[in-house]
T-cell receptor, first 115, second 117 residues
Framework: AQKITQTQPGMFVQEKEAVTLDCTYD???????LFWYKQPSSGEMIFLIY??????QNATEGRYSLNFQKARKSANLVISASQLGDSAMYFC????????????FGSGTRLQVQP | DTGVSQNPRHKITKRGQNVTFRCDPI?????LYWYRQTLGQGPEFLTY????????KSRLLSDRFSAERPKGSFSTLEIQRTEQGDSAMYLC???????????????FGEGSRLTVL
């Protein structure tokens, strides 16, 4: 089974509007972390936001917020007031408990912001 | 702090040749990761070091792949007898030991793109 599922291969949004990128995850560990990364065409992976499994409140970082619904195992990224520079690939990732420290990534969503 | 550095940025080689990539993590980051990314896909985990110890290797890491981090600083990833299926972007990342085991985000380099002809 896929650990991280991103069902939207591509999304379009108008500049200045908000957009939600979907992410569902699968784990039986009670302790885990969820991450979102942005990958522009230049290729570098840029960390955006983190949510811990025990965090009571949804994480926010500037225009980015994470809509964390633990019972549904979803961790959707919300980008408010989209900008042209937000056009990129977006990846959801998870780090599970135990000795493993690596992130498992989803297949990504390509976001295109239109003027 | 200059970020994670990877060399070379691009490598074109013929099938059957050996290639080596180098990664210099952010100083004082004791955790170092190698990922592989093919076009249109998310990064796939290859291997992970804590200091000089290689703590985990993915099943994707065949016998032709070997990674080292001899002094707990820079790391090398060598691919022997390259195949066309090895063509991908090889990403290195490091994380801060002062962050918790779940909270520490990965800082990625710009990657090394391998093309096997």
């Amino acid at each position: 089974a896929q650990k991280i599922t991103q069902t939207q291969p591509g999304m379009f949004v108008q500049e200045k509007e908000a957009v939600t990128l979907d992410c569902t995850y699968d784990t039986s560990d009670p302790s885990y972390g969820l991450f979102w990364y942005k990958q522009p065409s230049s290729g570098e992976m840029i960390f955006l936001i983190y949510q811990g499994s025990y965090d009571q409140q949804n994480a926010t970082e500037g225009r980015y917020s994470l809509n964390f619904q633990k019972a549904r195992k979803s961790a959707n990224l919300v980008i408010s007031a989209s900008q042209l520079g937000d056009s990129a690939m977006y990846f959801c990732a998870m780090r599970e408990g135990g000795e493993r420290r690596a992130l498992t990534f989803g297949s990504g969503t390509r976001l295109q912001v239109q003027p | 702090d200059t970020g994670v550095s990877q060399n070379p940025r691009h490598k074109i080689t013929k099938r059957g040749q050996n290639v080596t990539f180098r990664c210099d993590p952010i100083s004082e980051h004791n955790r170092l990761y190698w990922y592989r990314q093919t076009l249109g896909q998310g990064p796939e985990f290859l291997t992970y070091f804590q200091n000089e110890a290689q703590l985990e290797k993915s099943r994707l890491l065949s016998d032709r792949f070997s990674a080292e981090r001899p002094k707990g600083s820079f790391s090398t990833l060598e691919i022997q007898r390259t195949e066309q299926g090895d063509s991908a972007m090889y990403l290195c990342a490091s994380s801060d030991p002062r962050r918790g085991p779940y909270t520490g985000e990965l800082f990625f380099g710009e990657g090394s793109r391998l093309t096997v002809l």
